[in-house]
């Protein structure tokens, strides 16, 4: 999709007034990140500065190290045409994910690619483990950058807002749990760094990932579904994080499934929707847990065990599906999961048929999409944060990238 394609509030725009270097030189980063590489004729095509002030910024960026010229595009008349490109080694940021099975760390580059992963595996954080262990890492990752560890831009957290929430389900003393709550988790991973630290849901971070780096490209407004131990969401609206009153949209997972009646709670999404039931039925069939998150899910004497909570997940899903339209009216709804592709398909198949036993009057059926990140999307997610707030020219919202 190019520039023109996009709508106009995702086109990047300059002013050519004095005092204006600072978000010029983040519209310019921003029209080359969403076209890879072109030229400064065509990025002032693109921005409406002037070419005189397109040669200035772009000589200060690539003097900066954040702009690298390419080969020139030669065939055509006149000059050669030398694109401008990203240098990925321009800045770097570090996302990290902490989640109930695991922790994940992201090295990503300007670009946003992914330069180092590393991935922390436990049945339920132990906060007075995992927080040492992590702070080790981030200076193995930091170490690891040398001399391009000034470029280090900021961290980017991402964990639910209630890590220890949810402990009966999980089958969590109160006490083992509890210590989450205790804990200003930002804080202290702002303690093991210099560079500032940025906060987000897990899952919208997810959410950020997908629409920067994934469907958001072509998707307007969707609501976000992300299948992990326990379910979660994020919601965009016309190409904006849409993050609610206490940064809590899309919190799917507190769903009701039925109607409540004569004092009984009824049964939230989480418990039908989320990796742990499908961790309970292996478990019980004494087979391997763990096996929910990889390909021995949907092999031999997985399989059956992994279909029925397909089927079952995928009823209280379309649940929310229906109910999400309902609200939102939304261009689709993308779901992603921190296990296989092929795990992923099935169940986006099951739930779309589970759909079908609705009244869809006075509604538009909602298109479900599956999400092109997959267990990377909280941690990069959370990377994106800190290349967003210092380099894209809205520091508030998230535009798409492409």
């Known amino acids: ?73 030669r065939g055509r008349i006149g000059q050669p045409s030398i694109p401008m490109a990203l240098n990925p ?112 849901k897990d899952t919208s971070a997810a959410c950020v990932a997908e629409l920067v780096a994934g469907r958001g490209r072509d998707l307007k407004s969707f609501l976000y579904l992300f299948v992990d131990t326990f379910v979660g969401g994020g919601l965009v609206l016309n190409s904006h994080l849409h993050n609610g009153v206490h940064g809590n949209a899309g919190a799917v997972a507190s769903l009701p499934l039925q109607v409540a ?17 499908l961790e309970q039925r292996l478990k019980s069939a004494g087979l391997d847990p763990t096996a929910a998150y990889d390909d021995r899910a949907m092999e031999a004497d997985y399989a059956p065990h992994t279909q029925a909570w397909i089927d079952s997940a995928a009823l209280s899903l379309a649940q929310c599906i229906v109910s999400g339209t309902a609200f939102l009216d939304i261009d689709a709804v993308v779901i992603d999961a921190s296990f296989s592709r092929a795990m992923l398909r099935r169940l986006i198949d099951a739930t779309e048929a589970a759909m079908l036993a609705y009244d869809w009057e006075g509604l538009w059926p909602a298109r479900l999409v599956a999400g092109s990140i997959g267990s990377d999307a909280r941690a990069l997610g959370g990377a994106l944060l800190p290349l967003h707030e210092n380099f894209a020219p809205d520091r508030d919202i998230f535009l798409k990238a492409g």
């Open 1 to 73: 999709m190019s520039p023109a394609d996009l709508p106009p509030v995702l086109r990047p725009r300059g002013s050519n007034h004095v005092g204006m270097r600072q978000f010029n030189e983040r519209v310019v980063l921003q029209a080359i990140r969403l076209n890879n590489s072109v030229s400064k004729a065509e990025i002032a095509r693109l921005t409406g500065l002037t070419a005189q002030t397109i040669g200035l910024i772009t000589t200060r960026l690539e003097d900066d190290g954040l702009l690298i010229r390419q080969e020139p595009l």
């Open 89 to 200: 080694d321009g800045a770097f940021s570090l996302g990290i994910k902490i989640g109930r099975r695991s922790a994940d760390l992201l090295l990503v580059d300007f670009t946003g690619a992914v330069r180092r992963r590393e991935v922390l595996r436990y049945d339920f954080p132990d906060a007075q483990k995992l927080l040492p262990t992590i702070r080790s890492h981030m200076r193995s990752v930091q170490d690891g950058l040398g001399a391009l560890d000034v470029r280090l831009v900021g961290v980017g957290l991402a964990a639910p807002l209630n890590l220890g929430g949810w402990h009966k389900l999980l089958g969590l003393a109160a006490e083992v749990s509890d210590q989450w709550n205790h804990i200003d988790l930002q804080a202290q991973v702002q303690s093991f760094t210099d560079v500032p630290v940025s906060f987000a």
């Open 261 to 277: 009646s004569g004092g009984v709670l009824p049964a939230q999404l989480i418990a039908n929707a989320s990796l742990w039931e």
